[in-house]
């Protein structure tokens, strides 16, 4: 779980000392914020494994006019969508996301290439 106002190079930088990744790359990674890859659903055109921040979202925290809202890691269910994709790409008309829990991986130890 990290603040929605993080940029995505101190998040990797975090996630590094402790050996893993994120692996989610997209063009602005430099000058964007996780929350801010959350409000707009975006894409990791260089990322490898899931391109879709709403594959690696788990939860949220959102601000709004009437109070605070978390949405909760919950199972996988036939019963509906999870609650946090209702705001996935709300690009702040919900509210403003401020905290944001995301699946991680463990840096990899191998490194493929074609020739």
Request: proline share 6%.
């Amino acid at each position: 779980t990290v603040e929605g106002g993080m940029y995505g190079p101190a998040l990797e930088k975090e996630l590094k000392v402790k050996g893993y990744t994120m692996r989610y790359f997209p063009q602005s990674f430099e000058y964007s914020t996780v929350g801010g890859w959350a409000a707009t659903r975006g894409a990791g055109h260089f990322a490898t494994g899931p391109t879709h921040v709403d594959d690696l979202v788990v939860a949220l925290r959102i601000v709004t006019p009437v109070g605070t809202t978390e949405t909760r890691r919950l199972p996988g269910s036939g019963a509906g969508p999870a609650e946090h994709r209702i705001y996935l790409g709300s690009e702040g008309t919900l509210g403003v996301i401020t905290r944001v829990t995301v699946r991680i991986r463990k840096i990899p130890t191998q490194r493929a290439s074609a020739t």
